[in-house]
């Protein structure tokens, strides 16, 4: 015989005075559950009266500091909070999935050519999805005016009012157009790797890179009229991939660039380069998607995704 809805619903207490049978056992008194839940004392009281008469037993004993549960009350509790684990894990399971949380990225355009759009899929459709907008400009963006959650900055780490985590550091070492690399080889077996000053060097903002390359040879680095800079550090290997001069290849972040292009490597000698890639945000970040993110990339980074 069918149950009417009547009949049903004295099977069991709303699940509402349920919740609140729980939170009192979990807070530890009346008055702390009802701040928490945000209603009245009174409201707390009657819903725990409901459950206990409806139960014929008493589920909390009164002491000087709040209330405890009786023996039977930790049974009846325990079994509740299970079976609201069962009623979670079913919502999380069948719900509908949510709308990809957006996530504001300010990226340099080398970085996003020549690293980040190739992962970007990949980064966007991992659980829970998110939506990545990219902010692509060399100027450093106002993080904590909120044009940016997060930036990939490349410097030395020293940005003051934000957090900075190192994220990518690079190895350097030349390379150039085949001709070019060929000409070169000649002069360096006389002249070892002090021949690459005999060429045009090619740099994007400053010869950071360069300095430290030649730097480990103890070889002096001054300013020089015949070298060649360029605003962005794709345009670096384009020119040297017409022939212009010699660049640094900044491994792992130009290493996909590297295997399409023609450019060959012109010494053995590399070094650790000053500079590296950085998550910055503000301090005290803890928005999921934000940190989701930072996971993310740093997992293909390692090599990991």
Same mark, same amino acid.
């Given at each position: 015989?069918?149950?009417?809805?009547?009949?049903?619903?004295?099977?069991?207490?709303?699940?509402?005075?349920?919740?609140?049978?729980?939170?009192?056992?979990?807070?530890?008194?009346?008055?702390?559950?009802?701040?928490?839940?945000?209603?009245?004392? *009174?409201?707390? /009281?009657? &819903?725990?009266?409901? +459950?206990?008469?409806? !139960?014929?037993? $008493? =589920?909390?004993?009164?002491?000087?500091?709040?209330?405890?549960?009786?023996?039977?009350?930790?049974?009846?509790?325990?079994?509740?909070?299970?079976?609201?684990?069962?009623?979670?894990?079913?919502?999380?399971?069948?719900?509908?999935?949510?709308?990809?949380?957006?996530?504001?990225?300010?990226?340099?355009?080398?970085?996003?050519?020549?690293?980040?759009?190739?992962?970007?899929?990949?980064?966007?459709?991992?659980?829970?999805?998110?939506?990545?907008?990219?902010?692509?400009?060399?100027?450093?963006?106002?993080?904590?005016?909120?044009?940016?959650?997060?930036?990939?900055?490349? *410097?030395?780490? /020293?940005? &003051?009012?934000?957090? +900075?985590?190192?994220? !990518?550091?690079? $190895? =350097?070492?030349?390379?150039?157009?085949?001709?070019?690399?060929?000409?070169?080889?000649?002069?360096?077996?006389?002249?070892?790797?002090?021949?690459?000053?005999?060429?045009?060097?090619?740099?994007?903002?400053?010869?950071?890179?360069?300095?430290?390359?030649?730097?480990?040879?103890?070889?002096?680095?001054?300013?020089?009229?015949?070298?060649?800079?360029?605003?962005?550090?794709?345009?670096?290997?384009?020119?040297?991939?017409?022939?212009?001069?010699?660049?640094?290849?900044?491994?792992?972040?130009?290493?996909?660039?590297?295997?399409?292009?023609?450019?060959?490597?012109?010494?053995?000698?590399?070094?650790?380069?000053?500079?590296?890639?950085?998550?910055?945000?503000?301090?005290?970040?803890?928005?999921?998607?934000?940190?989701?993110?930072?996971?993310?990339?740093?997992?293909?980074?390692?090599?990991?995704?």
């Amino acid at each position: 015989m069918a149950h009417t809805s009547s009949q049903t619903s004295l099977a069991r207490p709303p699940l509402a005075s349920l919740e609140t049978v729980c939170a009192v056992a979990r807070e530890g008194s009346f008055l702390a559950a009802a701040e928490v839940a945000g209603l009245t004392h *009174g409201a707390i /009281s009657r &819903r725990v009266a409901a +459950v206990e008469n409806w !139960l014929g037993m $008493t =589920l909390f004993e009164r002491h000087a500091r709040g209330v405890r549960l009786t023996p039977d009350g930790q049974r009846f509790v325990g079994r509740i909070e299970q079976a609201f684990g069962i009623i979670d894990s079913a919502a999380v399971q069948w719900r509908l999935p949510r709308s990809p949380q957006l996530v504001k990225l300010s990226v340099v355009p080398a970085f996003a050519k020549l690293w980040f759009f190739e992962r970007q899929a990949a980064f966007e459709s991992a659980a829970p999805a998110l939506r990545i907008q990219l902010d692509i400009d060399h100027r450093n963006v106002d993080i904590a005016g909120g044009e940016a959650d997060l930036a990939i900055r490349y *410097g030395r780490g /020293s940005w &003051r009012q934000l957090e +900075v985590k190192p994220f !990518l550091p690079e $190895t =350097l070492y030349p390379v150039a157009h085949p001709a070019l690399a060929a000409r070169l080889a000649k002069q360096r077996h006389k002249h070892g790797d002090a021949a690459l000053l005999d060429v045009p060097l090619l740099h994007d903002s400053d010869v950071t890179g360069w300095r430290a390359w030649f730097g480990a040879l103890a070889i002096p680095l001054k300013p020089r009229a015949q070298d060649r800079r360029f605003e962005d550090y794709t345009l670096v290997l384009a020119a040297a991939e017409a022939g212009l001069g010699v660049a640094l290849a900044r491994v792992p972040v130009a290493d996909a660039y590297l295997r399409k292009s023609g450019l060959v490597r012109v010494s053995r000698h590399e070094v650790a380069s000053p500079l590296t890639y950085y998550f910055v945000h503000a301090k005290g970040e803890s928005r999921p998607e934000v940190l989701a993110l930072i996971d993310r990339m740093q997992a293909a980074q390692q090599g990991v995704s």
